[in-house]
C-alpha cells in the first residue's frame, strides 16, 4: 500500500483558501487519491477523489500533477467549523480498498 | 447522515468480557469496513467484507472476529477484552469496494473499565 505524508497541523484565518498538500511517492498506476475530513468523534467524511488533473466539488477542488506524486486539496474561503483533520489516502481498486489511515492534518481556522 | 447506522453507540464493559458491535450499511452497499480509532490515533483498518465474504484484513487481533450476513448487516465481535481495546470502532460501507468512496458510520465508543 502507498504510504503518504502529510503536514501535521496547519492554521489558518477565516475567508482564506487552505491548501493541504500530500505526497504519495510510491502511488501505483491504478491507485485513486482520496480525501477525508473527521471531526471530534465522529467518522470520516469523504470529501472528493481524482486520479488525476483536477477534480472539483462543492466542497472543495483537488489537483493531480502529471506524475501523480502528491496531491493537493484545496478548501476556498474556510470558516471555522472547517476546523477538522484532513486524511489524504491512496489504495489500489484491485477489488479490495484497504485504507491506511496516516496522523492526517489537524486544521485550525481562526476568527 | 451517511446512511450507514451502527449501535450501540456507547458501550461500557470489563476486562474479560466479550462484546458484538453492529454495522448496517449504507442501501445497496455491499462492502463493509471496520475500523478501530484510540485516542489520539488514527484509524486503523481491521477487516473488509463484501457481499459476504471476507475481502480484506488488517490490523485485527486474534481475539476479534467479524462476519457479514446475507441482509449485508455486519457485526465485529470482540472477545478476551484488555483495557487497551478501549477505542471508537467505526464501520464504513461502500458500494463494491476498489476505488469507491467509503461512508463511515458515527462509531461505537467502547470503554472497558
Known amino acids: 500500500l502507498a504510504k503518504t505524508t502529510q503536514p501535521i497541523s496547519m492554521d489558518s484565518y477565516e475567508g482564506q483558501e487552505v491548501n493541504i498538500t500530500c505526497s504519495h511517492n510510491n502511488i501505483a498506476t491504478n491507485d485513486y487519491i482520496t480525501w477525508y475530513q473527521q471531526f471530534p468523534s465522529q467518522g470520516p467524511r469523504f470529501i472528493i477523489q481524482g486520479y488525476k488533473t483536477k477534480v472539483t466539488n462543492e466542497v472543495a477542488s483537488l489537483f493531480i500533477p502529471a506524475d501523480r506524486k502528491s496531491s493537493t486539496l484545496s478548501l476556498p474561503r474556510v470558516s471555522l467549523s472547517d476546523t477538522a483533520v484532513y486524511y489524504c489516502l491512496v489504495g489500489d481498486g484491485a477489488g479490495s480498498y484497504q485504507l491506511t489511515f496516516g496522523k492526517g492534518t489537524k486544521l485550525s481556522v481562526i476568527p | 447522515d451517511s446512511g450507514v447506522t451502527q449501535t450501540p453507540k456507547h458501550l461500557i464493559t470489563a476486562t474479560g468480557q466479550r462484546v458484538t458491535l453492529r454495522c448496517s450499511p449504507r442501501s445497496g452497499d455491499l462492502s463493509v469496513y471496520w475500523y478501530q480509532q484510540s485516542l489520539d490515533q488514527g484509524l486503523q483498518f481491521l477487516i473488509q467484507?463484501?457481499?459476504?465474504?471476507?475481502?480484506a484484513k488488517g490490523n485485527i487481533l486474534e481475539r476479534f472476529s467479524a462476519q457479514q450476513f446475507p441482509d449485508l448487516h455486519s457485526e465485529l465481535n470482540l472477545s478476551s477484552l484488555e483495557l487497551g481495546d478501549s477505542a471508537l470502532y467505526f464501520c464504513?460501507?461502500?458500494?463494491?469496494?476498489?476505488?469507491?468512496?467509503?461512508?463511515f458510520g458515527d462509531g461505537t465508543r467502547l470503554s472497558i473499565l
Open positions: 467484507y463484501y457481499n459476504g465474504e471476507e475481502r
Open positions: 464504513a460501507s461502500s458500494k463494491t469496494g476498489g476505488n469507491q468512496p467509503q461512508h
